[in-house]
């Protein structure tokens, strides 16, 4: 009699046979990692032109466009993977890339969402039609698949990355910067001509002191999973859990909002009575340290839509403050596309380093709006092009003329405030 006991014993079985010829996993597939050159060497020197610190949704983009560009590139990123907020914190649904009826932000970023989506077999929304939501248009990537994407694209563009390695000590050279990183088993002494802040929280700014802007109370960051029922990437959207407080200042405070964040979905899964289905790794923070610029970004300028003289990209997304509350979006006015220019990307005062990403110089409700994905790549390509385009004539980024700029991203498929 075919008992369940029976058949399970004899599953049992069957994988440990299986198991001791060394066949019992499913699927087993095999390649051998590369190392690169004097991999076991604790310390390197290198020389290059430009240095991207952060891989995430900015700077995996400014990355392969300075590379793109001939720069010599590296990309410090101290998680394992590149994406960061859209990956690692599992927002994956990257938005607006579009504004009343057209598209408004393309190149890299959009590049590589829209392959990502095709790989995938997934859809992407119409831009010619206005949504009635603004979020009907945001994109449903494949956190997976866009990750390992973004890694070929790097490769491809002759980007060099380097994981779970972060900048302890950053001072100006004659000709650039030196940037002292450090690693598990790695101490990397890298000296570049230009120097790409793409954290998140501005924290190369930050170890250089220059001045960087921040609120007593910040937005929720939130984590990210999945209960009682399957996530199926690149096709739904996923639980998410406020983490009120959540402050990404540094590993301490990153610390506590994970406890924070895991111990109330394990308070949920044990009241509920369901399984765990999906985790991101760590939280995801709306908000911290942005720069104080050579230009700062208003809420006004960003509801009037104000055409700055060096815009490098648009931007458009509801205003979206997230707060104890909850949120209450401020759409923009019909025809309304903000833009963000070069000098809300330049710490004030300083040569040779760019930001791109959700710490640009901004007050804390227009950077509600300007913080999505989409600008985050636009400002994230313009900042790549910039820093290649001041290694190429030995200046800084501000000081290279803007056409320049503005043809190079055009190169790559970048939409320029005033082309469409
Ligand atoms: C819960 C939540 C929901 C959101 N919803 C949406 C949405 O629906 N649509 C949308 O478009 N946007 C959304 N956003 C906003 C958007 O995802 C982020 O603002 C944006 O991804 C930030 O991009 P970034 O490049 O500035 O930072 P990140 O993508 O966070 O990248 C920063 C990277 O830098 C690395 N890093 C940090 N410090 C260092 C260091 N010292 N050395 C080396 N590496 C470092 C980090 O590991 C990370 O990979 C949401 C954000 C959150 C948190």
């Not at 990210?224 to 996923?238: D, F, S, V």
């Not at 939409?415 to 469409?420: L, N, T």
Request: hydrophobic residues 35%.
């Amino acid at each position: 009699m075919n008992t369940p006991e029976k058949h399970s014993r004899r599953n049992f079985l069957q994988h440990s046979l299986l198991g001791t010829l060394g066949l019992s996993i499913a699927s087993t597939a095999e390649v051998t990692a590369q190392p690169a050159a004097q991999s076991a060497d604790p310390e390197i020197t290198q020389e290059i032109d430009v240095l991207v610190v952060g891989g995430g949704t900015a700077g995996h983009i400014a990355a392969i466009q300075a590379a793109r560009a001939g720069a010599k590139t590296l990309l410090i990123e101290r998680g394992a993977q590149l994406g960061g907020t859209m990956t690692t914190g599992g927002v994956a649904y990257p938005g607006l890339f579009d504004a009343w009826g057209k598209q408004v932000i393309a190149g890299i970023g959009w590049e590589l969402v829209k392959e990502s989506v095709e790989l995938d077999s997934g859809s992407l929304p119409d831009f010619s039609k206005v949504p009635q939501r603004h979020f009907h248009n945001q994109v449903f990537i494949n956190q997976f698949l866009y990750a390992i994407l973004a890694e070929e694209k790097c490769e491809k563009a002759g980007v060099q990355i380097a994981y779970y390695e972060f900048p302890q000590a950053v001072t100006k050279t004659e000709h650039g910067w030196q940037v002292d990183c450090i690693g598990f088993g790695t101490k990397r002494r890298v000296l570049c001509k230009q120097l790409i802040d793409c954290t998140g929280g501005a924290e190369v700014v930050g170890l250089l002191g220059l001045p960087r802007l921040r609120e007593d109370e910040r937005q929720p960051g939130s984590f990210l999973y999945m209960m009682g029922k399957a996530h199926e990437p690149g096709r739904n959207q996923i639980h998410r859990l406020y983490v009120h407080g959540a402050d990404s200042t540094n590993s301490r405070t990153v610390t506590a909002a994970n406890l924070t964040g895991r111990k109330s979905i394990l308070a949920e899964l044990r009241k509920k009575g369901q399984r765990l289905m999906h985790l991101q790794p760590e939280t995801g923070f709306r908000e911290s340290y942005r720069i104080q610029g050579e230009t700062l970004i208003t809420v006004n300028d960003y509801r009037t839509g104000k055409k700055f003289d060096d815009a490098i990209c648009y931007a458009f997304y509801p205003i979206d403050l997230h707060t104890k509350n909850g949120i209450k979006p401020e759409p923009l006015k019909p025809g309304i596309i903000p833009t963000v220019p070069l000098r809300a990307l330049i710490p004030k005062g300083s040569r040779n380093i760019i930001v791109a990403g959700r710490s640009v110089s901004s007050d804390r409700l227009a950077n509600s709006g300007l913080r999505v994905q989409s600008s985050c790549m636009g400002m994230g390509q313009a900042a790549g092009a910039a820093a290649a385009l001041a290694v190429k004539s030995n200046t800084t980024p501000l000081e290279v003329p803007l056409k320049e700029i503005h043809d190079l991203l055009r190169t790559h498929g970048a939409i320029i405030p005033g082309d469409v």
